[in-house]
């Protein structure tokens, strides 16, 4: 079974930097894209990045230049720095893969629980 678990949300002020993980468990061959949405309070999830298992990446309008998406496939581990954090950064930030290969078994749209970032000013 396949689990994504996020760590590295906490509170910070604005304009500081927070570094958010997120290790996918299971005995897996192969993750493609993996990436991280995020979801503010009254409003609905949003794309924020992603990044193909070849290290290409894509990144919301929003956050070009202030976070920087990475990943470690030996690890199964995906990365998100956030630089230069606002408050309208505040959300619950969630990790996703979507295609999945194990031992047994391909899945797709992985989701982790998610991680709260709380950015103040």
């Known amino acids: 079974q396949v689990r994504l678990v996020e760590s590295g949300g906490g509170s910070v002020q604005a304009g500081g930097s927070l570094r958010l993980s997120c290790a996918a468990s299971g005995t897996i061959f192969e993750i493609r894209t993996m990436g991280w949405y995020r979801q503010a309070p009254g409003k609905q999830r949003e794309f924020v990045a992603a990044?193909?298992?070849?290290?290409?990446?894509n990144y919301a309008d929003s956050v070009v230049g202030r976070f920087t998406i990475s990943r470690d496939n030996a690890k199964n581990t995906v990365y998100l720095q956030m630089n230069s954090l606002e408050p309208e950064d505040t959300a619950v930030y969630y990790c996703?893969?979507?295609?999945?290969?194990?031992?047994?078994?391909?899945?797709?749209?992985?989701w982790g629980q998610g991680t709260h970032v709380t950015v103040s000013s």
């Open positions: 996703t893969a979507d295609w999945v290969a194990t031992a047994t078994t391909v899945g797709y749209d992985y």
């Open positions: 990044i193909t298992a070849g290290g290409n990446t």
